[in-house]
């Protein structure tokens, strides 16, 4: 079977790249209309039978993607995502599209990922846009006004996730920046959860933040640890554990997911949190390279679509990973705490001077301000009609929610009828 084949090489990949691994088109028509695709084929209507994408694969010669994944092993709890995905496109292609599956980028790290995606060395992979502003300066744009969206651990975060994707898609100057650089945007914001701070010592006030060094990873990061008090520097990933063990940084502004993964708790386990407007949020993509763009139609679209399956997984990730993080930030005696009053007007002047500049800029649109709150608005009806609610604040999350009985479908097959499939391979 194609998925016991899939996991026969995830355990080969991962015991081959374990020395690597300690060391992490247009909207409407994404990749249909590539002139080198040449007879590309037809299609199949999303949300098809199996039996009918049967019938339009029939005849297509068998291919391989490369897909670097997000997670930086496959024995990471972000894997699941990245394996859901593999499995889908492997099943509902019946083993025609075969998906081989990398972890921890080994053959092209985060500074060369275009080039790779480009010339073919690389089909599909996660990449961090938000590092080359020069070059994804809608992207860095839409970063810079994720304080606006709202921070609350578990329909909160269904909503901000939503409201990017949805602005992210429908932005002329996001896709036209992929396209320029001949990239194709399967998930061109990949779920993002809430940033939290974590610091080796506690203190939440602009007194404690003042002359900390903490790590950043956007420029609206920057400009906030500044106004804090703070000084920026920016780290990989990679090397921010070893920074925070020995105290060249005093803090960083990180997901909870790839703080759980890089086991940031043991050295610093005091979190920060704002419990109203978030931080500011990082995200990544996930792109596809020429390869994917000379495929048939329906091949594109069975990779385009197997995403959705993925986001079954991933979304179930983000809520668990807040309320785990506060576990192991107390099991490792730190300070759970809100940032003090004087730090959240800091990072409200922040969040209303970062949206004044996007609106000035026009990359977003000019009035990407009014447009950003009518999809908040509307996503938040969304998610209290699909039944998601909160049961309870951040630090309480122990006493309400289970990650067992949390079905994130229901929302991410929302999200892709209303939003996503409008964007398929044609």
């Not at 803090?251 to 993964?261: G, Q, R, W």
């Not at 020429?290 to 091949?299: G, I, R």
Request: hydrophobic share 40%; aromatic share 8%.
């Amino acid at each position: 079977m194609a998925t016991s084949s899939l996991r026969a090489r995830l355990t080969t990949a991962g015991t081959a790249l374990a020395s690597v691994l300690a060391l992490a088109g247009c909207a409407g028509s994404v990749g249909g209309d590539d002139a080198s695709a040449g007879d590309s084929g037809d299609g199949f209507a999303y949300g098809a039978s199996q039996e009918e994408v049967d019938a339009a694969i029939e005849g297509l010669d068998p291919v391989e993607i490369v897909f670097q994944a997000s997670a930086a092993s496959p024995n990471s709890e972000i894997a699941t995502s990245n394996i859901a995905f593999a499995e889908e496109v492997e099943r509902r292609s019946g083993g025609q599209i075969d998906v081989e599956v990398l972890y921890g980028h080994p053959i092209a790290g985060y500074d060369e990922v275009y080039d790779a995606l480009v010339d073919g060395r690389v089909d599909i992979s996660y990449t961090n846009p938000i590092y080359d502003p020069d070059l994804f300066d809608g992207f860095d744009a839409l970063t810079s006004i994720t304080s606006s969206l709202p921070e609350s651990p578990m329909a909160g975060e269904l909503v901000a996730i939503a409201a990017l994707t949805e602005t992210a898609w429908n932005s002329e100057e996001i896709m036209g920046d992929f396209e320029a650089e001949g990239l194709v945007p399967l998930v061109p914001v990949n779920p993002p959860g809430a940033y939290f701070s974590l610091c080796n010592e506690p203190g939440n006030s602009l007194p404690d933040w003042k002359g900390r060094q903490v790590r950043i990873g956007s420029t609206v990061h920057s400009d906030l640890v500044s106004a804090m008090g703070g000084t920026p520097v920016s780290l990989e990933y990679v090397e921010t554990y070893e920074a925070l063990q020995r105290k060249t940084i005093d803090c960083t502004m990180i997901v909870m997911s790839a703080a759980l993964e890089a086991g940031y708790f043991d050295i610093a386990p005091n979190l920060q949190y704002t419990g109203g407007m978030a931080l500011p949020r990082n995200f990544g993509a996930m792109l596809a390279g020429s390869k994917y763009q000379s495929l048939p139609t329906a091949y594109q679209q069975i990779i385009f679509d197997a995403w959705q399956v993925s986001h079954y997984e991933g979304l179930v990730r983000v809520p668990t990973d807040n309320m785990n993080a506060v576990k192991q930030a107390r099991a490792a005696g730190g300070e759970v705490a809100p940032f003090g009053d004087d730090v959240l007007e800091t990072i409200e002047t922040n969040r209303e001077d970062a949206m004044a500049k996007a609106v000035d800029g026009g990359l977003l649109g000019e009035d990407i301000d009014t447009e950003l709150a009518e999809t908040i608005e509307k996503w938040q009806g969304i998610v209290s009609e699909l039944g998601y609610e909160d049961g309870g604040s951040l630090t309480e999350m122990e006493d309400w929610f289970d990650p067992e009985t949390f079905d994130a479908k229901p929302f991410v097959d929302r999200l892709y009828a209303e939003v996503v499939s409008k964007h398929r391979p044609s």
